[in-house]
């Protein structure tokens, strides 16, 4: 019993290295479950790269002999002198006008010169005279050389000749007046000093404007006529002590001084009154109406009329003369 039970114990371990030499190693797993690696085919792109790059290759041997050569430099323009050129140019002239300039006329000078820079009365009437905006630093000076929109006359012309040639500048000035407001026309006249007494409508206002812009006259200016509306009353003065009459029409369109202001005297107020009433009707008539009109007549402020006793004269001959009606 003792023999067989080594037999079968011999015969156990012979079958047991048997199956171990047959059976693939546990270490191993990837040897075996790893497939063969087989070549990747190329792609068109690149090959693309690779043929580009081989012909830039071939490109650079082939050019590659030019590079010797010196390749003409291009010249470059410059725009220097044009700059200075355009820097350097003068300011343009203003015409010669028909009549003088704005500058010489001492109330007219002061008023532009006091004008604010950026200001609306400044640019509406530089762009009335020259048209256009202007440069802000320029405004003053160009109004104060400016002697009006017509040319001077041409010799030997007649006055048909010289109305045709002064029509199409006239239509011009007369279209851009027309444009403007009743205010603005009243605005614009006395911004150059112009007078503009008995002109209340926008067709006068606008005769009144042109008539002073296309010819400049200080004997249309308002303080010119008020200076010698004041010598006459001197004048008259003069001839009172002298002896004259003192008769109501000698004086009835006079003026007096009082306390420095020159205002129209009594009997020139009763003319004026008599002529008022005739011409309005009495159930509109008011006594403002009728100071701004008297006013407006004698060239003198509400101010001076009330600060001089003339306002309550006035009052007293219109109910005097309205009661006679």
Request: glycine share 6%; aromatic share 4%.
């Amino acid at each position: 019993g003792s023999i067989l039970s080594i037999i079968l114990l011999a015969t156990n371990k012979n079958s047991r290295t048997m199956t171990t030499d047959t059976e693939p190693s546990p270490t191993d797993p990837a040897k075996e479950s790893a497939p063969a690696i087989e070549p990747t085919p190329a792609s068109p792109t690149n090959n693309k790269r690779k043929n580009s790059t081989s012909s830039a290759e071939e490109n650079d041997d082939v050019a590659a002999p030019s590079r010797s050569t010196k390749r003409e430099r291009k010249s470059v323009q410059r725009l220097e002198a044009a700059y200075t050129a355009s820097a350097s140019q003068k300011p343009k002239e203003i015409a010669i006008g028909r009549g003088v300039p704005l500058g010489t006329m001492e109330h007219v000078a002061e008023q532009i010169k006091a004008a604010k820079m950026k200001g609306s009365e400044l640019a509406t009437a530089h762009n009335f005279c020259f048209g256009g905006r202007g440069k802000d630093r320029l405004k003053k000076t160009q109004l104060l050389e400016f002697s009006g929109y017509l040319p001077p006359k041409e010799k030997g012309a007649s006055a048909s000749k010289q109305k045709e040639l002064d029509e199409p500048l006239e239509e011009k000035f007369t279209a851009k007046a027309n444009k403007m407001t009743i205010a603005g026309l009243k605005q614009m006249c006395d911004f150059f000093d112009i007078d503009r007494t008995h002109k209340s409508g926008k067709e006068d206002l606008v005769k009144c404007l042109l008539h002073f812009i296309g010819c400049p006259n200080e004997k249309l200016t308002k303080t010119y006529i008020k200076t010698s509306k004041t010598t006459t009353v001197k004048k008259q003065k003069k001839k009172k002590r002298g002896g004259d009459d003192d008769d109501d029409d000698d004086d009835a369109e006079g003026m007096e001084i009082i306390d420095g202001k020159s205002v129209p005297t009594d009997s020139a107020l009763r003319k004026w009154v008599r002529a008022y009433i005739s011409c309005f009707n009495l159930e509109k008539v008011t006594t403002k109406h009728a100071l701004d009109t008297c006013a407006d007549k004698f060239g003198v402020s509400h101010k001076d009329m009330a600060a001089t006793g003339k306002k309550k004269v006035l009052k007293g001959m219109l109910t005097e003369e309205m009661s006679l009606k």
